[in-house]
C-alpha cells in the first residue's frame, strides 16, 4: 500500500445557487477552485433526488431511486480525485424527512438532484492529485493505490478569498511531475461510470399507476381508490407516485401524502378488477 502525505491544507467554503443540478455545478466549482485532491461536506435542502444504494450481493449500486419532493441532506460527504484529467466527487448522503408515517432517513449515493439550499466545505491538498478510480473488487469509486502521484504546483492557483491582508500568498514548492503526471494518470485509468442522468426533470418522476403486484402479494391503490388510513379514516385516492399516494380525508376534506413503503397495504374484498376498490393501510411491522 502506498501512502500519500499532503503538507500543504486549504479549506474552501461555498454555497451552490438555489436550482443548480448536483453533481455538475459542484464539479464545476471545485475545478474553478483549483482543487483537485481533497474531502467534501455539505449540509442543505435538495429537491428531486435520484438516490442509488449499494447492493452487496453484487457490488454495484442499484438502479437509482427517485425521492418525491424536497428532503433535508442532513449530511453529504465525498472524496475529491481526478478522473479524466478533471475532478470528480462521489456524493454519500444521509437524508431526512418527515411523513404522515413519522421520520423518514435515506441513505445513499446521489446520482443527481437539484438544489434548494446547499453549503459546501470543500479541503483540499494542494500537493497532491489523485486519480479517482472504479475499485472492481470493493465496487466502489476510490482514491487509486500505488499509482503515480505526486504534487500539484502546476495545478491552478484557488481563487483567493476576501481577507484584510492583501498580499499575494505564497505558492507551494514546486516539484516534478505534479498534475501533469497526475492527469496523466487518471486518463490511464477507465472513467468513473456516471451514477445517474444529469437531465433533471421540471417534477418528481413518477412511475406509471397500475394495479400490479407491490411488495409481493399486494396490489397497488390507484387514483379513485378508497383507502382505511390506520390514523386517517377513510380516504379518497387522489394521486400516486409510484411509492407515495395523496389522500383526501374523509372527515375533514384535508390532503395528506404518505409513503407506502412505511405502510402494509390490504386490499379488502376478492375482486381486483372492481372500481372502486378498497384497501387497508396499517402501520409495517
Known amino acids: 500500500m502506498t501512502m500519500q502525505t499532503s503538507q500543504s491544507q486549504h479549506a474552501v467554503f461555498f454555497r451552490l445557487n438555489s436550482g443548480d443540478a448536483l453533481p455538475d455545478a459542484l464539479v464545476a466549482r471545485l475545478r474553478e477552485a483549483g482543487i483537485a485532491t481533497g474531502t467534501l461536506r455539505a449540509h442543505g435542502v435538495l429537491e428531486h433526488v435520484e438516490l442509488r ?86 465496487g466502489l469509486p476510490m482514491l487509486a ?39 496523466a494518470t487518471s486518463n490511464a485509468q477507465p472513467p468513473l461510470k456516471p451514477l445517474g442522468s444529469q437531465n433533471l426533470p421540471a417534477k418528481p418522476p413518477a412511475r406509471p399507476v397500475s394495479a400490479e403486484a407491490y411488495d409481493g402479494d399486494q396490489i397497488f391503490p390507484e387514483p379513485g381508490d378508497m383507502v382505511q388510513h390506520f390514523a386517517f379514516g377513510n380516504c379518497e385516492v387522489l394521486r400516486s407516485d409510484g411509492d407515495r399516494l395523496h389522500l383526501k380525508v374523509g372527515k375533514d376534506g384535508r390532503i395528506r401524502e404518505i409513503a407506502l413503503e412505511m405502510l402494509k397495504v390490504t386490499l379488502l374484498g376478492d375482486d381486483a378488477n372492481a372500481r372502486p376498490r378498497h384497501f387497508k393501510l396499517d402501520r409495517r411491522l
Do not use: K, Y
Open 53 to 138: 444504494t449499494f447492493q452487496s450481493q453484487t457490488r454495484t449500486f442499484g438502479s437509482s431511486r427517485s425521492i418525491a419532493g424536497a428532503v433535508h441532506a442532513i449530511t453529504i460527504d465525498g472524496t475529491i480525485g481526478l478522473s479524466e484529467g478533471a475532478p470528480q466527487v462521489v456524493l454519500r448522503a444521509v437524508l431526512s424527512r418527515e411523513t404522515d408515517a413519522g421520520v423518514e432517513t435515506l441513505s445513499g449515493v446521489i446520482a443527481s438532484a437539484r438544489v434548494v439550499a446547499l453549503e459546501v466545505i470543500a479541503n483540499s491538498a494542494l500537493d497532491l492529485a489523485l486519480p479517482l478510480v472504479h475499485d472492481a473488487r470493493a
Open 145 to 183: 493505490n500505488g499509482t503515480s502521484t505526486s504534487t500539484s504546483a502546476a495545478a491552478p492557483a484557488p481563487a483567493p478569498l476576501p481577507a484584510r491582508d492583501e498580499s499575494p500568498r505564497p505558492a507551494p514548492a514546486a516539484a516534478s511531475g505534479g498534475w501533469a503526471d497526475a492527469v
